[in-house]
Nanobody
Framework: QVQLVESGGGLVQTGGSLRLSCAANGRTFSMYAMGWFRQGPGKEREFVAAINSNGGSTRYADSVKGRFTISRNNKNTMYLQMNSLKPEDAAVYYC???????????????????WGQGTQVTVSS
């Protein structure tokens, strides 16, 4: 499995921006579809964005569409650019790698086999 480490979280004002990074080990990173999920206080984990293995296809939750952008490089890092942040975006953000390499992107958390430890995003109003 792929080991993942998120970074880039922090405190930002409403309307501000943050860029999250997800660093992966292993030489097979480029074979995995990846995703971002988040879990706010008292809420269930929810899908945010997903990207296929070559970065050519992406999918977003309706709540972040037009404000967040998922991307990846061809080495070992995935990103989530978050603009126009709202208080409701505050959560712990997790990156995840699909459980099996070579499969297309997915929005289902059950399809992801590796998860990072999470990074906290706080949005002040």
């Amino acid at each position: 499995q792929v080991q993942l480490v998120e970074s880039g979280g922090g405190l930002v004002q409403t309307g501000g921006s943050l860029r999250l990074s997800c660093a992966a080990n292993g030489r097979t990173f480029s074979m995995y579809a990846m995703g971002w999920f988040r879990q706010g206080p008292g809420k269930e984990r929810e899908f945010v964005a997903a990207i296929n293995s070559n970065g050519g296809s992406t999918r977003y939750a309706d709540s972040v569409k037009g404000r967040f952008t998922i991307s990846r490089n061809n080495k070992n890092t995935m990103y989530l650019q978050m603009n126009s942040l709202k208080p409701e975006d505050a959560a712990v953000y997790y990156c995840a790698a699909r459980g099996v390499p070579g499969l297309p992107l997915t929005v289902r958390s059950a399809d992801f086999g590796s998860w990072g430890q999470g990074t906290q995003v706080t949005v002040s109003s």
